[in-house]
Nanobody, 126 residues
Framework: VQLQAYGGGLVRAGGSLRLSCAAS???????????LGWFRQAPGKEREFVAS????????NYADGVKGRFTISRDNARNTVYLQMDNLKPEDTAVYYC?????????????????WGQGTQVTVSS
């Protein structure tokens, strides 16, 4: 499965961005049975969990620092996962990656993810 993330950019603190990540696979492979997630990596730091969503979209999981500001959602018909980011802060600046979990739940464990997108840069100015 290949993942294409887009929607990043430069925004001022307090602003919003919506990230999208579209999955495509050979032989009609879909991700509708897989959990999906977003992680991010800031310069000099390790990749960290941001949010995840179960295969049906009925369960979500968020990192403490983004709760109440970010919303993850998915459209299985489009094989796409979204991350709505509101009230952005400078500390949200990072490259954001989407991933496909090996499992159906909403997991925060990066080791559970089998495929990753190429990342999209989000920069929040103060």
């Amino acid at each position: 499965v290949q993942l294409q993330a887009y929607g990043g950019g430069l925004v001022r603190a307090g602003g919003s961005l919506r990230l999208s990540c579209a999955a495509s696979g050979r032989y009609g492979r879909t991700v509708s049975n897989n959990g999906l997630g977003w992680f991010r990596q800031a310069p000099g730091k390790e990749r960290e969990f941001v949010a995840s969503i179960s295969w049906r979209g009925d369960s979500t999981n968020y990192a403490d620092g983004v709760k109440g500001r970010f919303t993850i959602s998915r459209d299985n018909a489009r094989n796409t996962v979204y991350l709505q980011m509101d009230n952005l802060k400078p500390e949200d600046t990072a490259v954001y990656y989407c991933g496909v979990s090996r499992y159906s739940g909403a997991t925060s464990d990066p080791g559970s993810y089998a495929s990753w997108g190429q990342g999209t840069q989000v920069t929040v100015s103060s």
